[in-house]
Nanobody
Framework: QLQASGGGLVQAGGSLRLSCAAS????????MGWFRQAPGKERESVAA????????YYADSVKGRFTISRDNAKNTVYLQMNSLKPEDTAVYYC????????????????WGQGTLVTVSS
C-alpha cells in the first residue's frame, strides 16, 4: 500500500515536498516513481528512481526543478519540487513496480491515492 502526502496550494516559484510511504517489507524490491494528472489531461510520468536510488529519470518539463529520492530504511520516496509553475498543477501519484521501464512509462503495478498540488500564478 502506498500513501502519498505533502500536496497543497503554493504560489508560483514556491516549493513543496511530496512523500510516499509504503507498507510492507519489500520496498527495496521496487522501483518507485511519481506521475501526475492535470485536469483534462492524461496521466504523465514525472520522475522515477531505481531500487537503490542510484539511477533517476525526469520528464523534460521538470528537469532541474524536481528531485526524486528514496529512503529504503523508512520505506519512503520523496519528490522535492522547486520553482513551481502553474502548469505543475495536478494530482500527483506515487507508484511502484519491479520493472523500471513500467515506472518510467506506466502503467505501474501499484499506485498511491494521489495528492493534489495547486500552483497559483
Amino acid at each position: 500500500q502506498l500513501q502519498a502526502s505533502g500536496g497543497g496550494l503554493v504560489q508560483a516559484g514556491g516549493s513543496l515536498r511530496l512523500s510516499c510511504a509504503a507498507s510492507g517489507r519489500t520496498f527495496g524490491s521496487y522501483h518507485m516513481g511519481w506521475f501526475r494528472q492535470a485536469p483534462g489531461k492524461e496521466r504523465e510520468s514525472v520522475a522515477a528512481i531505481s531500487l537503490s536510488g542510484t539511477s533517476t529519470y525526469y520528464a523534460d518539463s521538470v528537469k532541474g526543478r524536481f528531485t526524486i529520492s528514496r529512503d529504503n530504511a523508512k520505506n519512503t520516496v520523496y519528490l522535492q519540487m522547486n520553482s513551481l509553475k502553474p502548469e505543475d498543477t495536478a494530482v500527483y501519484y506515487c507508484a511502484a513496480d519491479p520493472n523500471i521501464g513500467m515506472i518510467v512509462t506506466g502503467p505501474a503495478r501499484y499506485w498511491g491515492q494521489g495528492t493534489l498540488v495547486t500552483v497559483s500564478s
